[in-house]
């Protein structure tokens, strides 16, 4: 809501002077604010379970937001939508069942550098994005977005004390600032369920393949087919969702009719 509020740029791509007007509402800050506590509890999370638990349950934040925007501000969920609620919880709920532990493995050499180049890929995403018509445009920020905080995920993994030297802590910082900005501009310049969905999708599968591949998270022994089908509907269950990273709209104000003049006539027989 705040990135609404915030006076837009002249321009139609990304404005990057855009975060800086958003930053003057409160609302933006109360959100970042948010945000932040929500990253600490990341981070805990990335270092404890498998990526690809942690990207299912960041996607399934959407029936959150559904059942409370049910119920604080009376929205409507269709039997649609409350089935895909029991969805994403149906499938967290396998996922849990079939998680085994966080991978310890440190991956390729490369892969930092990859990371860092996928940062800055992002920016570049958002440039290329920018430029085009709305409905394509909020899919590709959205999917930017969503890469840029998967970026951050398996940055997050990776990070092994602080050594600036590391390109792992540059890519997690560019990455980060350019999925805020991304996502930014996606919520004020286009279709925000459009958006979302895109950031669900870029934030959930590439991070989980890579911590498959590369940085040793497993299932269970055998559960393997249980852990794909319950990330597989609980991501099919958030984007189902996706419409409620919409901020409310406000019905528009009553008008009332202007007064008319009606001036008694002549009575009859006068």
Known sequence: MAARAATPGTGGGVDVALMLRALRQWRYVAGLGMDGLGFVLQ???????????????????????????????????????????????????????ASGKEGHEDGPSWLPWALLASSFGVLLLGVVGGRLPEKPRALVLGLGAGFGFGVVEVAVRLIDGIDFADPVWYALLVGGGAAFLL????????????????????????????????LGDRTREGLGWLAVTGFAIAVAGSLTLARFGEPPQTPPPAVTPPPTDRRPGPRRGA
């Open 183 to 214: 996502l930014t501009s996606a919520l004020q310049r286009g279709a925000v369920t459009t958006a979302t969905a895109g950031a669900v999708l870029g934030e959930t599968v590439g991070p989980a393949i890579i911590g498959v591949a590369w």
């Open 43 to 97: 981070i805990v999370a990335l270092r404890t379970l498998p990526i690809y638990v942690v990207g299912a349950a960041l996607a399934a934040s959407l029936a959150v937001t559904a059942v409370i925007a049910s119920r604080v501000l009376r929205v409507r969920l269709s039997r649609v939508e409350w089935t895909a609620v029991g969805v994403v919880c149906a499938g967290l709920a396998l996922l849990a069942l």
